[in-house]
T-cell receptor, first 115, second 115 residues
Framework: EAQVTQNPRYLITVTGKKLTVTCSQN?????MSWYRQDPGLGLRQIYY???????DKGDVPEGYKVSRKEKRNFPLILESPSPNQTSLYFC??????????????FGPGTRLLVL | AQSVTQPDIHITVSEGASLELRCNYS??????LFWYVQSPGQGLQLLLK??????LVQGIKGFEAEFKRSQSSFNLRKPSVHWSDAAEYFC?????????????FGTGTRLTIIP
């Protein structure tokens, strides 16, 4: 089954404790992206990747890091989480870097609470 | 930079009634336009998209949307809603950029269906 998976689905952590949210897709997609969803703000793009070893900032990259060492994986790293990063996070992927927005497939989301 | 406005935060519709969700965008030329649906606890699913051509676009689940350049709008419609349509709906816009488009989401419209 074609899908985007995220782990963990729920995470409670404390300020300053480094964490990683994994994202994996099995569709051989070139384009991957991370979003955060906050009430009243919709989804905002954090980082995206056009292909392996190619990443770029989205609208709200501060406090986040990403890497794209393999095509299928696109982990989101919070080096020193703060309470304002409490949010619902979505990973997404799409087929090709020539039309990255053609059809994005979204993961189920990771709900993060930073105390 | 492009932006998207969904003026209705919450809409309540009776089952079997017609539905129209509004979306207005701000962009100088013709952007790529999308509607996504998010069911409770789920990721986002693409309903339909517009890149060019026929301004009336058919999507999944019986939804359609019409691109009106003069009004900078891309409203989503359904002639008869079902209880399973209760969800949050997001309009999104991407500025064509030779494969480097960035997707910008509206803040969403929550749809409630009453019997």
């Amino acid at each position: 089954e074609a899908q985007v998976t995220q782990n963990p689905r729920y995470l409670i952590t404390v300020t300053g404790k480094k964490l990683t949210v994994t994202c994996s897709q099995n569709m051989n997609h070139e384009y991957m992206s991370w979003y955060r969803q906050d009430p009243g703000l919709g989804l905002r793009q954090i980082y995206y990747s056009m292909n392996v070893e190619v990443t770029d900032k989205g609208d709200v990259p501060e406090g986040y890091k990403v890497s794209r060492k393999e095509k299928r994986n696109f982990p989101l790293i919070l080096e020193s989480p703060s309470p304002n990063q409490t949010s619902l996070y979505f990973c997404a992927s799409s087929r090709g870097s020539d039309r990255p927005q053609e059809t994005q497939y979204f993961g189920p989301g990771t709900r993060l609470l930073v105390l | 930079a492009q932006s998207v406005t969904q003026p209705d935060i919450h809409i309540t519709v009776s089952e079997g009634a017609s539905l129209e969700l509004r979306c207005n965008y701000s962009y100088g030329a013709t952007p790529y336009l999308f509607w996504y649906v998010q069911s409770p606890g789920q990721g986002l699913q693409l309903l339909l998209k517009y890149f060019s051509g026929d301004t009336l676009v058919q999507g999944i689940k019986g939804f359609e949307a019409e691109f009106k350049r003069s009004q900078s709008s891309f409203n989503l419609r359904k002639p008869s809603v079902h209880w399973s349509d209760a969800a949050e709906y997001f309009c999104a816009v991407a500025e064509p950029n030779f494969g480097n488009e960035k997707l910008t989401f509206g803040t969403g419209t929550r749809l409630t269906i009453i019997p």
